[in-house]
Nanobody
Framework: QVQLAESGGGLVQAGDSLRVSCVVS????????MAWFRQAPGKEREFVAA????????YFADSVKGRFTISRDNAKNTVYLQMNSLKAEDTAVYFC???????????????????WGQGTQVTVSS
């Protein structure tokens, strides 16, 4: 059984940085493309960032380009989302997702992913 566990969320001030992590267990991490999505209260879940299974192409939502980076450590079965210059509008529950997929359209679509974590809350005060 594949399980994803996010950690690292918290309360920060606007302009601060935060790194959230997601550990994958029960599967072959190196074969999964990984992504982060987020959901703010009263809003739809939205794509944030994705990294291909081979660590190659990365993709970002326009709203976070230049501020967020995504990386993976296959030895630790972990994907990271480094968030810099945080804004109040970044406040959301952040979910990681895993799937056997490739191509930018699939990587940026929540429907493509097979496995999801429970989410970690990120709150940015202005």
């Amino acid at each position: 059984q594949v399980q994803l566990a996010e950690s690292g969320g918290g309360l920060v001030q606007a302009g601060d940085s935060l790194r959230v992590s997601c550990v994958v267990s029960g599967g072959t991490f190196s074969r999964y493309s990984m992504a982060w999505f987020r959901q703010a209260p009263g809003k739809e879940r939205e794509f944030v960032a994705a990294i291909s299974w081979n660590g190659g192409p990365t993709y970002f939502a326009d709203s976070v380009k230049g501020r967020f980076t995504i990386s993976r450590d296959n030895a630790k079965n972990t994907v990271y989302l480094q968030m810099n210059s945080l804004k109040a509008e970044d406040t959301a529950v952040y979910f990681c997702a895993a799937g056997h997929l490739s191509g930018w359209r699939a990587l940026m679509s929540s429907k493509s992913y097979e496995y999801w974590g429970q989410g970690t809350q990120v709150t940015v005060s202005s």
